[in-house]
């Protein structure tokens, strides 16, 4: 009955979407991606042990990125196909080197389960954080297939701990394995009767700090910065853009290097309208030439990870609208990490909270006095470099659980 529900459900969703594609750029890209799975080339897949790896978008393929990374270490036998659900995740990510195989993953409707399945042949499935798909998930049980679900953080309001979906929560039994990030999620899916959990942490710790650890260098950037304190605002959308741009004319000495979540032409004639000379586009930037500006606008995507290395403060974005965006790659350079109110899903957040190096703000006049305490104190900067720093060493060790369990379900051995 629950089932049957989810998939009426699931086809309602789908009906509502296929409307709205008829409207957004986005939601037809979606729609389109739909089919990709069926002419994808598989070929590679059939000639090892094939791991699948699901990402729901650019954020979750982070995650599995490290997980991939160690298993293709040393070891050609083992295949990997990626799917992604969103179009964002997929076209910035449809040339990744290591995966050899990268498509959409289709709607979660038991027929075209069975069919997708049929054609990809996994030997073991790996899903990343929220990703739940339900028939998905009883109907690779049922193929013996090994499944689990890594870096999952599942917050006190999430709706499988309601009444309404209780039933489908109690499904989650049917996963091989479910490594957790906290001792706070195992103890809330020890509470609905699941003893499959363990807490493994998040495989993003690795990820930023191997980002870090890479040498770069912009010339370009380092003219730009000459002397100044610099705030790296990243994955900003508009929302956030309503609370950082009276506050940030206020601090005329310092610079900034603004990466959007998305390219969008509205959102740059705001800075603009705001900076007008002073701001310069990335893409205007030319070696050699003094740049005498105050705003970088980054108008590429792919960077922004490594800007952050730049920054004395940043801001991450989406906490004005649904929700803040990978606040990870901003601390692991051990700068202070402002946001938005809207974080309450994420567990690094919440800790970085904690230890005194994340700061939530509500409106403009919070984002105005966090920065004048955090800008005019080195004593305070330094302080928060240690605590983050310490931070990051804590928590490492996501990988090795990840990898260590795909690794005993192909029953393959790690490479010597």
């Known amino acids: 009955m629950v089932s049957a529900l989810y998939t009426a459900a699931v086809f309602t969703y789908l009906i509502f979407a296929y409307a709205y594609s008829l409207l957004d750029d986005k939601a037809r890209k979606w729609r389109l991606g739909q089919r990709h799975w069926r002419s994808v080339k598989i070929d590679a897949l059939l000639e090892g042990k094939t791991v699948w790896f699901h990402c729901a978008s650019v954020?979750?393929?982070?995650?599995?990125?490290?997980?991939?990374?160690?298993?293709?270490?040393?070891?050609?036998?083992?295949?990997?196909?990626?799917t992604f659900y969103s179009p964002s995740g997929f076209e910035v990510h449809e040339n990744y080197e290591l995966a050899d195989c990268i498509t959409y993953i289709p709607a979660d409707i038991p027929s075209l389960v069975e069919e997708?399945?049929?054609?990809?042949?996994p030997d073991v499935v790996v899903f990343?954080?929220?990703?739940?798909?339900?028939?998905?998930?009883?109907?690779?049980?049922?193929?013996?297939?090994?499944?689990?679900?890594?870096?999952a953080h599942f917050p006190e309001k999430h709706f499988v701990f309601s009444w309404l979906a209780k039933s489908l929560g109690s499904k989650l039994k049917l996963l091989s394995e479910i490594q957790v990030q906290n001792e706070q999620t195992k103890a809330r899916l020890n509470q609905i009767g699941l003893g499959n959990v363990l807490v493994a942490g998040d495989t993003r710790f690795e990820r930023v700090v191997s980002v870090s650890n890479e040498s770069y260098a912009n010339k370009c950037i380092e003219r730009f910065m000459e002397d100044s304190q610099v705030i790296v605002i990243g994955s900003n959308w508009p929302s956030d853009d309503n609370i950082l741009l009276s506050a940030l004319s206020k601090f005329s000495s310092l610079k900034v290097i603004v990466a959007p979540h998305e390219m969008d032409q509205s959102q740059l004639e705001n800075w603009r309208e705001i900076f007008g000379e002073e701001l310069m586009l990335w893409s205007e930037m030319v070696e050699g030439i003094l740049i005498n500006k105050r705003v970088l606008y980054v108008d590429t995507l792919g960077v922004l990870s490594k800007l952050y290395r730049y920054a004395h403060v940043a801001y991450v974005g989406g906490g004005?609208?649904?929700?803040?965006?990978?606040?990870l790659e901003a601390a692991v350079y051990g700068i202070p990490v402002l946001f938005g109110p809207n974080n309450a899903r994420f567990d690094e957040i919440q800790q970085l909270k904690r230890i005194g190096s994340g700061f939530e703000i509500k409106n403009a006049q919070d984002f105005s006095k966090q920065l004048d305490v955090l800008l005019n104190s080195e004593e305070v900067l330094q302080t928060i470099s240690a605590l983050n720093e310490e931070y990051f060493d804590r928590n490492r060790g996501a990988v090795i659980h990840a990898t260590d369990w795909v690794r005993q379900s192909l029953k393959v051995k790690k490479p010597s």
Not at 116 to 121: D, P
Request: aromatic fraction near 12%; hydrophobic fraction near 45%.
């Open 128 to 151: 990343i954080k929220y990703e739940l798909w339900f028939n998905f998930i009883q109907i690779i049980r049922r193929r013996n297939i090994p499944m689990a679900l890594i870096c």
């Open 320 to 327: 004005f609208g649904k929700s803040v965006h990978n606040t």
């Open 59 to 82: 954020g979750e393929f982070e995650q599995a990125r490290p997980v991939i990374e160690s298993l293709k270490d040393g070891n050609s036998e083992i295949k990997i196909l990626l």
């Open 116 to 121: 997708f399945l049929s054609r990809m042949k």
